[in-house]
């Protein structure tokens, strides 16, 4: 099925694989928000090679501590990852005003996300677009972090991978509390370094608890962030004859 067969795709996902849509995004995105991002931070973006196999819909999992979050990572990372990546957003915050929610359609694609449990139509939308075919950027801590330290992810990113059998992507994000902490509404002066460090794709592991998988995810990115490097060697689960698994032997 073509990517642009939109009439194919129910009524609500169809602005996600239409081409006209993704034009409009290509010039906000690239022409528009990227020379702005480049002109007020020296932002790096390193681990690209882990994803070179990367193919199909994926979960990009990445820290949250700033609103300069999104856009950094829209606007940097190669346009091969955010061509068709749609930006789960708090329906409650980016939803209320239409405005907000226009400006935000546009500039990151993005879908609701009910943070408060509610049944609406947002309900289920993050499975149904990678069902679709369209790749994911989700925020597990929830929401941002006030002191710039990463809180225990939820696990929802972690369900949605082992339900769907599509790789969650751990990225750690470096510099955004710095540049733009909670409460600025612009990045402070001297353009800030921030530094997006891409890790390998990631899977559940046989027997792995939605917890435990989420857990791992978030340990990766607090790893990454730690030893300042996208590579980083598998995790220390093993099976049960003390091997490590594919996943870190590949």
């Not at 996600?16 to 002109?39: E, I, N, T």
């Not at 405005?99 to 993005?110: E, P, Q």
């Not at 990678?130 to 929802?156: A, Q, Y």
Request: with cysteine; glycine share 10%; aromatic share 8%.
């Amino acid at each position: 099925m073509s990517e642009d067969a939109t009439a194919e795709h129910p009524p609500r996902l169809r602005r996600y694989h239409a081409r006209w849509h993704r034009g409009l995004r290509f010039v906000a995105q690239r022409m528009l928000l990227r020379p702005v991002v480049s002109a007020v931070t020296t932002t790096t973006v390193e681990g690209t090679d882990n994803v070179d196999g990367l193919k199909g819909p994926f979960i990009l999992v990445a820290n949250h501590c700033s609103h300069l979050d999104t856009g950094v990572l829209i606007s940097q990372l190669p346009y091969r990852l955010t061509k068709r990546l749609t930006v789960g957003a708090a329906a409650d915050y980016f939803y209320a005003r239409w405005w907000v929610k226009a400006m935000t359609s546009l500039f990151f694609n993005t879908y609701p996300i009910e943070r408060t449990g509610g049944t609406g139509k947002a309900k289920g939308m993050s499975q149904r677009l990678l069902k679709s075919g369209l790749p994911i950027l989700l925020f597990p801590e929830g929401t941002r972090s006030r002191d710039g330290v990463m809180r225990r992810f939820k696990p929802g990113a972690a369900a949605l991978s082992t339900s769907t059998g599509v790789p969650c992507l751990p990225v750690a994000l470096i510099g955004t509390h710095e540049a733009m902490p909670v409460g600025r509404f612009w990045p402070v002066p001297g353009r800030p370094r921030v530094r997006i460090l891409v890790g390998r794709p990631m899977r559940p592991q046989a027997g792995e608890s939605v917890r435990e998988f989420s857990d791992r995810l978030a340990q990766r990115i607090s790893t990454m962030q730690t030893m300042q490097t996208p590579y980083v060697v598998g995790d220390a689960r093993r099976d049960g004859h003390g091997r490590r698994s594919q996943e870190e032997a590949s």
